[in-house]
Structures are given as C-alpha cells and as structure tokens.
C-alpha cells in the first residue's frame, strides 16, 4: 500500500510529469523549427518578390526607350513630310501667276466665297 502525504508526488506521477515535460520540449522545438521554416520561406519570397519587381522595371523602362525612340523617329519623319510639303507648295507658288500669296488672294476668296453668294 501507497501512502501519500499531502504535496508528495507518486512515482507514477512523476513519471507523468516527466513525459508531460518531454511532449512540451518536443513540440517547443517542432515549433521553434516550423517558425524558422516559416521565416526562411518569407525572407526568400520577399526576395523573389523585389527581384521580379527590379526585372519588371528594368524590362519597362527598355521598352519605354525603345517607344520613345520609334515616337521621335516618326515625328521626325512626319515633320519632314510636312516641310517638304511647305516646301514643295512655295515653290508651286513662286511659279504660278504672281508671286505674291495676296496676288491670289482674291481669286480664292471668290471661289471660296461664291458658293454663299443668294441666289
């Protein structure tokens, strides 16, 4: 027969509390472990992250240069068919009848003007 006196642990217990303690330590650990885990996992992931973030930029900022020089190529060449087309319609002017733009001024404004003209 066992006998206990108030506060005295049984050896059965004892043993109890000593698995109890070892199951704590083990998952303390497990979770220490899983939290570390969880960690590396995040850093790497946030590091991935900027890395595709720093590519993605880099990649827009090539193709806005690349844009950006196709945009200035065709309006240089449309500003160019322009001043051949000033160019071409002064020297139309230069070698039609009078020489002067206000020569003809009143021709056009005839023509253009006679279709408002009651009838």
Do not use: C, N, Y
């Not at 303390?28 to 595709?52: F, Q, Y």
């Amino acid at each position: 027969m066992v006998v206990t006196t108030s506060g005295a642990v049984t050896p059965s217990s004892l043993e109890a509390l000593k698995q109890v303690k070892a199951t704590e330590a083990e998952w303390d650990a497990r979770l220490d472990a899983a939290r570390r885990e969880t960690e590396e996992t995040l850093h790497h992931l946030r590091s991935e992250g900027e890395a595709a973030i720093r590519a993605a930029h880099a990649e827009a900022e090539r193709d806005r240069a690349v844009r950006l020089e196709h945009a200035r190529a065709e309006a240089e060449t449309e500003a160019e068919a322009i001043v051949a087309d000033g160019r071409r319609a002064a020297e139309r002017a230069a070698h039609s009848e009078g020489r002067r733009p206000s020569d003809k001024r009143d021709a056009i404004l005839e023509v253009v003007l006679g279709s408002f003209e009651e009838d």
